[in-house]
């Protein structure tokens, strides 16, 4: 009998975590290489602020995925059918945070990633012939594939957090240039439109870089203008979970362990 009893705890411990697996939270990170840089791992000196978010979450309650991914637009992350596969796990009480807009202004079909998208955030279309997917494709602009990505996560009953793209290191009268005429501005009016948290990480991290001067921020920088490194990544990440403090989307902050 008491043999019997074990068992039985041992099946039904076994199948509440199940149970709790299942249904634990996934917080998606979706974006390009400032947010992961190759493997996430920093071994070419290049770091994304997405490698370092699971640090500020306790991960018994909700687990972070990083599906950042270096060289991706917001037209290829889905034609390459890499949001499909988060879609079809997506569930509600899951989140979902992006940030595109580096490689979006790339040629629409050249021949070496071909991954660009049409400026702007109408509803214009242009119909290409892929040379890399070999494949006819309809390319839309910049803010179809946004409201793509955050009608989707809305419809799944999850929740869309939209970033604007990171500063580059280009400075200009001892200010950094910003983005405020294109895509930081696209995304803001997204996420207003289609209703949907927004963190402007073009300014935050603007300001911050501002502040602390041209010099000091090089050295946020590893092998071009464009990509942090290790120091740059964790700075940014900062100001990402303190935003996510602040708006608490979706009661967000009661999974950030570190504050």
Request: proline fraction near 2%; hydrophobic fraction near 35%.
């Amino acid at each position: 009998m008491k043999r019997i009893q074990f068992l039985l705890l041992v099946a039904v411990a076994a199948l509440l975590s199940f149970t709790m697996l299942q249904t634990k939270p996934v917080f998606y990170i979706i974006g390009d290489s400032t947010v992961r840089n190759g493997s996430g791992t920093g071994s070419n000196g290049q770091w994304g602020w997405g490698s370092f978010m699971a640090a500020y979450f306790d991960t018994t309650k909700i687990s972070v995925q990083n599906h950042a991914l270096g060289g991706r637009s917001s037209r290829t992350f889905i034609t390459e059918g890499r949001w499909e596969k988060i879609t079809a796990n997506l569930k509600k009480g899951d989140y979902v945070i992006m940030q595109f807009g580096h490689n979006d202004a790339s040629p629409l079909d050249d021949t070496a990633r071909a991954r660009g998208t049409i400026r702007g955030i109408g509803n214009d279309s242009s119909e290409i012939w892929n040379p890399i997917r070999k494949v006819n494709e309809t390319v839309y602009s910049y803010g179809w594939y946004m409201r793509k990505y955050v009608r989707e996560t809305k419809a799944k009953g999850a929740v869309p957090i939209v970033c604007s793209l990171i500063p580059r290191n280009n400075w200009k009268n001892g200010k950094v240039g910003r983005s405020t005429d294109n895509y930081a501005l696209w995304a803001e009016q997204i996420a207003k439109e289609e209703g949907a948290y927004f963190i402007d990480l073009n300014k935050l991290i603007a300001d911050k870089y501002d502040e602390l001067g041209e010099a000091e921020v090089s050295n946020f920088f590893h092998g071009d203008k464009t990509h942090t490194g290790l120091e740059g990544a964790k700075m940014n990440v900062e100001i990402v979970v303190q935003q996510l403090i602040k708006q608490n989307p979706g009661e967000l902050a009661r999974y950030i362990a570190k504050k």
